[in-house]
């Protein structure tokens, strides 16, 4: 106890440089995977297998948005926590996004979350959760700072999506859904695409749609 104590949070602080603005690579974590299954409910299956699936798309729609992606699996093995968090760290420029979906042992809890742990990740966080929660019927159970491993010990901004609870029968099925995950994924995506380059070059779209001959006659 007392050697744990002396490797403790405090000594363990790694020092995050902000690049929540500049960064060029997105490392796509997949929670769990090959004996870590994760969370296993009847009506979500195992959560190694959604999570997986949703880094997948969401790494592919970075991609199209020209953003660099590395992924800590992409396929079913088992990858520790001090790996993932080596990948990401040895990145140049690079945020982190890990893939997870929530369990509780009370069914009709469901929403997502969205957790952080360095201050530098805080505007990332609310962003995917504001994006998340525009998922129509969806439930907001808001950003939360957490001390998770794999957000303590990353060098860059890093956060840790809770996509909602595979124990809820009706977020379970959603998580099953194939068209949901891709909806799951392109929200993120979103979200990141924003972060790194703002909303304006959207809005600026949007004006010169507006400026449509179409739209002047009315
Ligand atoms: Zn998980």
New binding site residues.
């Given amino acids: 106890m007392l050697g744990a104590c002396a490797t403790g949070p405090r000594f363990e602080e790694v020092a995050t440089k902000d690049t929540s603005r500049t960064f060029n690579t997105v490392v796509v974590d997949a929670?769990?995977g090959g004996k870590d299954n994760?969370?296993y409910r009847r009506f979500g299956g195992a959560?190694k297998i959604a999570?997986l699936d949703v880094a997948k798309r969401l790494s592919h729609k970075l991609r199209e948005s020209n953003i660099k992606t590395v992924m800590t699996r992409s396929s079913d093995v088992f990858v520790p926590l001090e790996e993932r968090v080596a990948i990401e760290n040895e990145q140049k420029n690079a945020i982190f996004v890990s893939i997870?979906?929530?369990d509780s042992r009370r069914r009709k809890i469901r929403g997502f979350e969205t957790y952080y742990h360095s201050p530098s990740s805080v505007d990332l966080a609310n962003r995917i959760q504001t994006k998340l929660t525009t998922i129509p019927r969806s439930a907001n159970r808001g950003v939360h700072h957490a001390n998770f491993r794999v957000l303590r010990l990353a060098k860059y901004p890093a956060v840790l999506v809770?996509c909602g609870f595979l124990s809820n029968p009706r977020e379970g099925g959603e998580a099953r859904d194939s068209d949901y995950r891709d909806e799951l994924a392109d929200r993120i995506a979103a979200a990141i695409v924003e972060q790194r380059y703002g909303s304006d070059h959207r809005t600026a779209k949007r004006e010169s749609t507006d400026e449509s001959p179409l739209f002047n006659r009315n």
């Fill in positions: 929670g769990h994760g969370a959560e999570t997870h979906f929530n809770e």
